[in-house]
């Protein structure tokens, strides 16, 4: 598919000075780029001459990069494209107008307001008829009969108010999440060298020409060539489907593309392309993902056959038959999501349903009484003349169904659990949390157990090497330079210097007094701190032995657990350094320099009498131990890639200790999680000595506890069977004693989550979040409920497969969100109280009054007023509580906990009962009271009266105070306890109070009010006051004496979830609950439609901002989430015409498949896609009942 910069090519100018200034075009370059292995190097030194003579025709030095010149570094731009994707215009605010309008209860509401104004100006010849004589007959009332219009104009200005409401949320939700995504831009950066300087350089300013220096972990940021690599190893499943890791050189293959990761080695490339014109770009402009292009690719799509040839080379070695992996996918354990968005789904449908019961029965009611009482007690004809005043009164009895309606759906539910989680995604961002997927903040709530890795997490990642055995001799301190022979002293500089990776330096501190700055990886920092404590120059060495000439390189990996660096001798022969975990390479040595610096022997017993003497006392004492050993090669050249062969007869130069110490504040943060309930085990790849003393120190593991401490080793022996499986009932005996978990590989974490998820041990499923950094550490942070990554060690594959990353790497910060998890629970349990308390009144008080007086005590706009108005404030009061420390006082709730405990639902109805009892005096009784007229059965245009005006008056001012009420959910007493902590809260109730007093004094015909004396608005004041007094009365009632209580909100059963999530990746509960075939009409019929839309752009919004490319400013950002999703909501988007649906097969042709998808696929499904199995391009078709039309795509 072609894209801008192709068209504008063939009739520009630009081609000539392209080729005049640079030597090659964008064309060429892309074409270059889709080559791969032995046609890409033939192309390469055919036609440029070499990888060196393409860095020249680029006007690029390999060694020193380009001169950063800014003229230079714009003209690249404008010539080659920038390395980003234009976004997607955000919707206007008139656009999310409209969608709010088309909520269906809204519509009603709209129909019957306009009927009923209509009928107002329509004056009937029957109206003096005596037989009609039901309407105004007063000559006083005559003007009010005039004003009949004003209820229909306030009930939609109500509308537009909610209207405005809603566009206004989601407006400020998108809003907010461009600026979460503007964020995380900034804060991805790369490794570019620019003058001779590497420099972290954010990804969008990558140009083509630029040196970039690429290192385990990297997620590649634009298209390039090798120009020099050390055991390079790229995964790029993301692009061509294959799981194998693609080995990359300057001999077999150089071309490295955007959006692959880097899984082992370093090197340096020269980006070639970028932007819409690296290979992640051209697929973007195939899927019509860029901005502006999406017509004319649609027109193209129709009469080109040929432009998947552009897709082909990423697919042509698609092996993989797609149906069996389907096969493999169904049988593996479900990732449950949105458990708390799922059960307030279910109550709102269950509310919803009780309340369109109630409306109908109420209607039905009304129209009876009203046929009955007239034409079979009355016996009056029906006359033609009457039918409009007859109409007048079946409209009016219409929308109080329909206000009994709008009551009973609880659509500032959806509201509060948008502003809760915006409210909580805002907050965590101080606490250092950068929340990737909402889902993950309610979740980590219910968290029971955290999987912690050590370094940088639990300790400071401030390393610093504090002993040393050096020539049969344990300082334990740095010792002096002359102590050590020069030959020992020259080859320890040299082993450490030369293989530690390049990128890796310890700077001169920034302030006077400070510590120095470690760059790159810390352990490597620390043995180059010890070359320098040794006074020696390590700059030195580097200079004398540049990257160029290091002959071999043997990475650090999780499976080696070393690092070995091979040079040649200035006569023949070569070097070989390694460094690694001592026992790992004690094991590897058979001599060892003595004092005088002669290798001698070292047997097994030598190398057991020194794990004893040396490395278990360094390890007890929490230390790291890292040994330092060379060989040497003489023989002429041995085969390097039998590593076995090659990393054996070591001789061992020297072994330190590395002390990390523990972050000060680490201690405190598990003893809290203790408290709460949660469990923290380490994994770690250190020494299980080191792990134990680590986990004493910050309070993991206490003396005198039923606890294990394991090794890789020993934990596989003990859950595998002899076919060497893990199974779970082995594990279940293992898992809730284990604590540290030490020599562990990545499989080995990922085993223990899956397992402890996986258990049936105990009566509440397992919720647990993990820590990771390392690229490995992948698959445990997407089998974890919550996953969080290193925000500054942690590498970009890490990151990816998280759901929260942790800017300052602190433990303390995953506490906090702990505690932000709770609150959001609580906060919306806080608004259930309060919410359902005003549906169960306004509902009885609306069909009661109804049914006796055949017109409800609350009019339509005054219930508006209370449903709408004040529902959306106490929902931002209510869920924009801060969290306090006694939320980590407690158990977690668990998954299966209902929304509504039986504490609540105590509160709910014993308020419901204060309310009701005042109200039905108030109707009944209040004239007498008062000493007023009786509102009762008032004619259809009669003016307010001031008996109903009291009862609206004492039911918005029972509200408020039970607002105060809310605030408590565990029946505490004290209910103002850090009310003004929270400064919303107060001016939400402060403003609501002023706007009744405004609405009862100054509201007039529309509000149905009438002005109030001053003792009567006292009289109401007291009786509002008396609910905080009521609630103390009901918080003394213990709730264990009242069994006939029921829970409600559940979350969804096992059962139901077995039966409805096949054939889905993962089972998200608010779309299970809405997919529901009985419940279809529910969704046209009811205001959370609207709202659900709120909070599902609010997810959108943030998958948008995060997950989706056409948001994506960047194609490093974009491959950061391979997994995206064009996803747009409801009837707004014409589904595709079945010409469409073969083009699009047509375009997806190589390695792609149509997928029939069951219902919707939302946009979150498979959330943090790994390269691993992001490997097929889908287009989905969407199922006709969705409402969804989505297309997924994992590029």
């Known amino acids: 598919m072609t894209n801008p910069t192709e068209h504008a090519l063939p009739a520009n100018s630009i081609i000539e000075s392209h080729e005049g200034e640079f030597g090659c075009t964008v064309m060429d370059l892309r074409k270059l780029m889709e080559l791969r292995s032995a046609d890409a190097i033939n192309q390469i030194n055919v036609h440029y001459g070499g990888v060196m003579n393409l860095c020249s025709r680029l006007k690029t030095n390999p060694v020193e990069g380009l001169s950063g010149n800014p003229a230079d570094l714009e003209k690249r731009?404008?010539?080659?494209?920038?390395?980003?994707?234009?976004?997607?215009?955000?919707?206007?605010?008139?656009?999310?107008?409209?969608?709010?309008?088309?909520?269906?209860?809204?519509?009603?509401?709209?129909?019957?307001?306009?009927?009923?104004?209509?009928?107002?100006?329509?004056?009937?010849?029957?109206?003096?008829?005596?037989?009609?004589?039901?309407?105004?007959?007063?000559?006083?009332?005559?003007?009010?009969?005039?004003?009949?219009?004003?209820?229909?104009?306030?009930?939609?200005?109500?509308?537009?108010?909610?209207?405005?409401?809603?566009?206004?949320?989601?407006?400020?939700?998108?809003?907010?999440?461009?600026?979460?995504?503007?964020?995380?831009?900034?804060?991805?950066?790369?490794?570019?060298?620019?003058?001779?300087?590497?420099?972290?350089?954010?990804?969008?300013?990558?140009?083509?020409?630029?040196?970039?220096?690429?290192?385990?972990?990297?997620?590649?940021?634009?298209?390039?060539?090798?120009?020099?690599?050390?055991?390079?190893?790229?995964?790029?499943?993301?692009?061509?489907?294959?799981?194998?890791?693609?080995?990359?050189?300057?001999?077999?293959?150089?071309?490295?593309?955007?959006?692959?990761?880097?899984?082992?080695?370093?090197?340096?490339?020269?980006?070639?392309?970028?932007?819409?014109?690296?290979?992640?770009?051209?697929?973007?402009?195939?899927?019509?993902?860029?901005?502006?292009?999406?017509e004319e690719k649609k027109k193209k799509a129709k009469t080109q056959d040929g432009v998947a040839l552009e897709i082909q080379p990423l697919n042509s070695q698609e092996g993989i038959d797609n149906e069996e992996k389907e096969k493999k996918a169904a049988k593996l354990p479900k990732k449950e999501k949105s458990v708390l968005q799922g059960k307030l789904t279910r109550l709102a449908v269950q509310i919803g349903k009780a309340g369109l019961i109630m409306s109908a029965i109420t209607v039905l009611i009304l129209i009876l009484y009203f046929v009955i009482d007239n034409f079979v007690i009355q016996r009056k004809p029906w006359l033609a003349e009457c039918t409009p005043i007859y109409v007048q009164y079946f409209v009016k009895f219409f929308i109080i169904g329909i206000t009994v309606l709008v009551v009973a759906v609880p659509e500032g539910l959806p509201l509060a659990v948008t502003i809760s989680l915006a409210y909580s995604v805002k907050k965590m961002m101080k606490d250092n949390n950068l929340v990737r997927h909402l889902d993950a903040c309610e979740t980590m709530g219910n968290a029971t157990a955290i999987c912690s890795d050590k370094t940088g997490t639990l300790t400071m990642n401030r390393m610093t090497v504090v002993q040393a055995y050096i020539g049969e001799t344990r300082y334990h301190q740095i010792p002096s330079p002359d102590v050590l022979v020069p030959k020992v002293l020259d080859l320890l500089v040299n082993g450490i210097s030369?293989?530690?990776?390049?990128?890796?330096?310890?700077?001169?501190?920034?302030?006077?007094?400070?510590?120095?700055?470690?760059?790159?990886?810390?352990?490597?920092?620390?043995?180059?701190?010890?070359?320098?404590d040794l006074k020696q120059d390590y700059h030195a060495v580097r200079s004398e032995v540049p990257e160029e000439k290091l002959y071999k390189v043997y990475t650090f990996n999780s499976v080696r657990k070393s690092m070995s660096t091979v040079i040649e001798k200035p006569r023949s022969g070569y070097r070989m350094y390694s460094k690694g975990a001592s026992e790992i390479i004690l094991r590897k040595c058979n001599r060892i320099l003595d004092k005088k610096g002669e290798a001698v022997p070292f047997k097994n017993k030598d190398r057991d009498e020194m794990v004893r003497t040396v490395i278990e006392p360094m390890a007890s004492e929490g230390l790291r131990t890292i040994c330092i050993a060379y060989r040497d090669f003489n023989d002429g050249e041995p085969p390097w890639d039998n590593e076995s062969e090659i990393l054996t007869e070591l001789t061992c130069i020297a072994v330190v200790g590395i002390e990390d110490p523990v972050r000060p504040e680490v201690p405190e943060a598990i003893a809290k999680c203790k408290r709460a309930g949660i469990t923290v085990?380490?994994?770690?790849?250190?020494?299980?000595?080191?792990?134990?003393?680590?986990?004493?120190?910050?309070?993991?593991?206490?003396?005198?506890?039923?606890?294990?401490?394991?090794?890789?080793?020993?934990?596989?022996?003990?859950?595998?069977?002899?076919?060497?499986?893990?199974?779970?009932?082995?594990?279940?005996?293992?898992?809730?004693?284990?604590?540290?978990?030490?020599?562990?590989?990545?499989?080995?974490?990922?085993?223990?989550?899956?397992?402890?998820?996986?258990?049936?041990?105990?009566?509440?499923?397992?919720?647990?979040?993990?820590?990771?950094?390392?690229?490995?550490?992948?698959?445990?942070?997407?089998?974890?409920?919550?996953?969080?990554?290193?925000?500054?060690?942690?590498?970009?594959?890490?990151?990816?497969?998280?759901?929260?990353?942790?800017?300052?790497?602190?433990?303390?910060?995953?506490?906090?969100?702990?505690?932000?998890?709770?609150?959001?629970?609580?906060?919306?349990?806080?608004f259930l109280q309060f919410q359902l308390t005003v549906n169960v009144v306004a509902v009885i008080v609306a069909f009661t009054g109804a049914c006796i007086t055949q017109d409800s005590p609350l009019k339509a706009v005054q219930m508006l007023w209370v449903n709408l108005i004040m529902d959306t404030f106490a929902s931002l009061a209510l869920a924009t509580e801060p969290p306090t420390d006694s939320l980590l006082k407690r158990r977690p709730y668990g998954r299966n906990k209902p929304l509504i405990s039986r504490t609540m639902m105590k509160n709910i109805l014993g308020h419901a009962v204060y309310q009701l009892t005042v109200i039905f005096f108030l109707v009944f009784a209040g004239e007498k009271f008062f000493d007023i007229d009786s509102g009762r059965r008032a004619p259809l245009h009669s003016p307010p009266s001031q008996h109903y005006t009291i009862i609206f008056n004492t039911f918005v001012l029972m509200q408020l105070f039970n607002e105060i009420n809310s605030r408590k959910i565990h029946g505490e007493r004290n209910v103002f306890s850090g009310i003004f902590r929270n400064l919303i809260f107060c001016s939400v109730v402060l403003g609501t109070f002023v706007s009744q007093i405004i609405i009862v004094e100054f509201g007039g015909k529309p509000f149905s009010c009438t002005n109030l004396t001053l003792s009567q608005w006292f009289w109401c004041l007291f009786i509002g006051f008396g609910e905080l007094l009521w609630g103390q009365v009901?918080?003394?009632?213990?709730?264990?004496?009242?069994?006939?209580?029921?829970?409600?909100?559940?979350?969804?059963?096992?059962?139901?979830?077995?039966?409805?999530?096949?054939?889905?990746?993962?089972?998200?509960?608010?779309?299970?609950?809405?997919?529901?075939g009985q419940i279809l009409w529910f969704r046209g019929l009811n205001r959370i439609q609207t709202q659900i839309k709120v909070v599902k752009a609010f997810h959108s919004s943030l998958h948008e901002s995060i997950q989706k490319p056409k948001n994506q400013n960047s194609i490093h950002n974009f491959m950061t989430h391979p997994e995206f999703a064009i996803d747009e909501e409801g009837p707004r988007t014409p589904l595709l015409d079945e010409q469409e649906e073969e083009t699009f097969e047509k375009v997806s042709k190589p390695g792609t498949r149509m997928l029939p998808s069951d219902g919707e696929v939302t946009p979150q499904a498979n959330k943090n896609n790994n390269a691993v199995d992001c490997c097929q391009v889908q287009i989905v078709a969407c199922h006709s009942d969705s409402p969804l039309h989505s297309l997924e795509t994992s590029v």
């Not at 085993?751 to 950094?773: H, M, Y």
Request: proline share 4%; charged share 25%; hydrophobic share 40%.
């Open 77 to 294: 731009k404008q010539l080659f494209g920038q390395n980003l994707i234009p976004p997607k215009k955000p919707k206007t605010f008139l656009e999310l107008v409209w969608e709010a309008l088309q909520d269906v209860t809204l519509i009603i509401l709209e129909i019957a307001a306009i009927i009923s104004l209509v009928l107002s100006f329509y004056r009937p010849p029957g109206e003096e008829n005596e037989q009609c004589g039901l309407a105004v007959t007063s000559p006083e009332d005559e003007g009010e009969a005039e004003a009949g219009w004003i209820e229909g104009a306030a009930i939609l200005f109500s509308v537009i108010i909610v209207v405005l409401v809603t566009a206004f949320n989601d407006w400020s939700k998108e809003k907010q999440f461009r600026g979460l995504q503007n964020r995380i831009e900034k804060e991805q950066k790369f490794s570019v060298i620019r003058n001779g300087h590497i420099i972290q350089l954010p990804v969008a300013e990558i140009v083509v020409g630029d040196i970039a220096q690429i290192k385990y972990g990297d997620l590649l940021p634009a298209d390039g060539i090798l120009i020099q690599g050390n055991d390079l190893k790229i995964d790029e499943s993301s692009l061509t489907g294959e799981s194998d890791h693609v080995k990359k050189s300057l001999e077999r293959d150089p071309m490295l593309l955007s959006g692959t990761h880097v899984m082992e080695g370093s090197g340096r490339m020269v980006v070639t392309a970028v932007g819409i014109n690296s290979q992640t770009g051209i697929i973007f402009t195939l899927l019509g993902a860029s901005e502006g292009e999406e």
């Open 498 to 532: 030369i293989n530690s990776a390049y990128t890796s330096k310890v700077l001169p501190p920034e302030k006077e007094g400070g510590l120095p700055r470690q760059v790159g990886n810390k352990t490597e920092c620390a043995l180059l701190g010890f070359v320098t």
């Open 1034 to 1076: 009901i918080s003394t009632i213990p709730t264990q004496s009242l069994k006939f209580l029921k829970e409600a909100g559940h979350g969804t059963t096992k059962e139901e979830i077995t039966k409805d999530a096949e054939g889905l990746d993962e089972i998200d509960h608010a779309e299970m609950e809405l997919r529901r």
């Open 681 to 830: 085990r380490m994994v770690t790849g250190d020494n299980i000595n080191t792990a134990r003393a680590i986990a004493t120190k910050c309070g993991i593991v206490t003396p005198g506890d039923d606890f294990l401490c394991l090794e890789g080793k020993e934990f596989n022996r003990l859950i595998r069977n002899e076919k060497g499986e893990v199974e779970q009932e082995k594990l279940d005996k293992i898992w809730p004693k284990l604590r540290v978990l030490a020599r562990s590989s990545p499989t080995d974490k990922h085993t223990l989550v899956k397992g402890i998820i996986d258990s049936t041990v105990g009566e509440q499923r397992q919720v647990v979040a993990v820590t990771g950094d390392g690229t490995n550490d992948g698959p445990a942070l997407k089998k974890a409920d919550v996953g969080f990554a290193m925000g500054i060690a942690g590498t970009d594959v890490a990151k990816e497969a998280s759901d929260i990353i942790l800017t300052d790497d602190n433990f303390t910060s995953i506490v906090k969100a702990v505690m932000w998890g709770r609150n959001v629970y609580d906060s919306i349990s806080k």
